[in-house]
């Protein structure tokens, strides 16, 4: 047996929430829940890997697995409720381990690493976009400048990438490096693998003068080349990308604060 399993949920803190509240899990799938929300996971269900056995078709175990392990996150959240990302996360996570500890190690990680990714405003996702941006510009200054040039917002290209935790971009073998990078190491390594993806996608002057517009560049973004998201390239990429903590931090306080003032801005706006 794989002892990927039993790291994830001990990396990540699921396995501490787990034992601190050993029948919340159960509680939750005996409560009715949402109707709202029991609605839109049931039209999400199968859209969910339905190349693989275990969410193929309704009679697979997986699809239902599936369902409990989100409505029991829209009933112990119920202020956060459900959102079409964490479907595919849930499911990742089902391919891994059983239901009760796929959902403990989606509400450890939802709090712990995407914290506040999941809620309406999308505010942090935003936030965490310029965070990119001004990573990128640091980095790789002509993929930086081009995508300003063709006005592509992060929010147009790494929305889905960070939502999901890159589980609906990656190849297989490349996405399991990644996360089990991701819950040792924490958020940073979804920047890194975002910034390894966009320089590969548009490092070089031939592969951005074959994306003149902005259509171009989020199609090649959205479909990036096999050999960008291999393991062995984005593996090598990742671990190796000259971005420090402080580097982080540095442009998380510079990206809140701006944030702050444009929310000021608009409320004082609205309120003349």
Known sequence: MSVRPKAWLYLCGGRVLMERHPHAYDECLRCEGNPKYIEDIRKDIHRQFPMH?????E???GQQELYNVLKAYTVHFPDIGYCQAQAPVAAFLLMHMPAVQAFWCLVSISNRYLEDYYSPTMEVVQRDGLILQGLLKKVCPPV???LKKVNAEPMFYCTEWFLCA?????PWDTLLRIWDIFLCEGVKVLFKTALVILIGCLGTAKSRKQCPGLCETLDRLRNPPEDVLSEEHL???VTRLDISEQDFQEQ???QAKKLKLNSLKSSNGSSR
């Open 144 to 146: 930086y400048r081009h």
């Open 235 to 237: 593996i090598y990429n």
């Open 59 to 61: 009679d697979k175990p």
């Open 53 to 57: 056995e275990m969410f193929s078709s």
């Open 166 to 170: 890159f589980t609906r971009t990656l």
């Open 252 to 254: 998380h306080q510079k």
